[in-house]
């Protein structure tokens, strides 16, 4: 079956502008996470949806981040007024379920802010 | 605190030439103790979970164990498509509720 899916592959914008960066999680997975990756180092958490719900949010660095999962599938990582910091790679994974199951990763969106 | 430390940061090897890469981490009750692949421009791909001390699991030539404090991914006889960087990840029962911690990587480069 398909993987988990990002869009789109890059984005480049200038600072102060606001992305948004899409997931399609892999089908019937209720666990939905964002990580973001730079340069040389590890995936850092952002936020994990159950369901429609954002069950931790605490890694979402300042409110110019915000996510979204209406319907429970499909996931938007928003970031308004961009700044140079924050380009990196965004990842996207899911998985069946909670306590310990496995994260499926999707390629990433690479950001660039100019 | 949650905490992942890998080493060596990279790490280069002849074709053939077996090694381990290790993971140190510190956690608050360990849910699980993951391994991904990562390959350039390319998200983490899935290699294994290990639950408990004690445990091992091998996939072709790499096979990963797990003791109370750190973990080793053994890689016998390597090929040069094995070269990638190597992420090690816990999931504690801590207050990040489970999310991943990751480690840095390590970066492997088997030459031919």
């Known amino acids: 079956g398909a993987g988990v899916s990002q869009t789109p592959s890059n984005k480049v914008t200038e600072k102060g502008k606001y992305v948004e960066l899409r997931c399609d999680p892999i089908s019937g997975h209720t666990a939905l996470y964002w990580y973001r990756q730079s340069l040389g180092q590890g995936p850092e958490f952002l936020i994990y949806?159950?369901?429609?719900?954002?069950?931790?949010d605490s890694g979402l660095p300042n409110d110019r981040f915000f996510a979204v999962r209406p319907e429970g599938s499909v996931s938007t990582l928003k970031i308004q007024r961009t700044e140079r910091g924050d380009s990196a790679v965004y990842l996207c994974a899911s998985s069946a379920d909670r306590p310990v199951e496995t994260q499926y990763f999707g390629p990433g969106t690479r950001l660039l802010v100019l | 605190e949650d905490q992942v430390t890998q080493s060596p940061e990279a790490l280069r090897l002849q074709e053939g030439e077996s090694s381990s890469l290790n993971c140190s981490y510190t956690v608050s009750g360990l849910r699980g103790l993951f391994w991904y692949r990562q390959d350039p421009g390319k998200g983490p791909e899935f290699l294994f979970t290990?639950?408990?001390a004690g445990e091992e699991k091998e996939k072709e030539r790499l096979k990963a164990t797990l003791t109370k404090k750190e973990s080793f991914l053994h890689i016998t006889a390597p090929k040069p498509e094995d070269s990638a960087t190597y992420l090690c990840?816990?999931?504690?029962?801590?207050?990040?509720?489970?999310?991943?911690?990751f480690g840095k990587g390590t970066k492997l480069s088997v030459k031919p």
């Open positions: 949806f159950q369901g429609t719900g954002a069950a931790d």
């Open positions: 990840a816990v999931q504690g029962y801590g207050g990040s509720q489970g999310n991943l911690i």
């Open positions: 290990l639950y408990s």
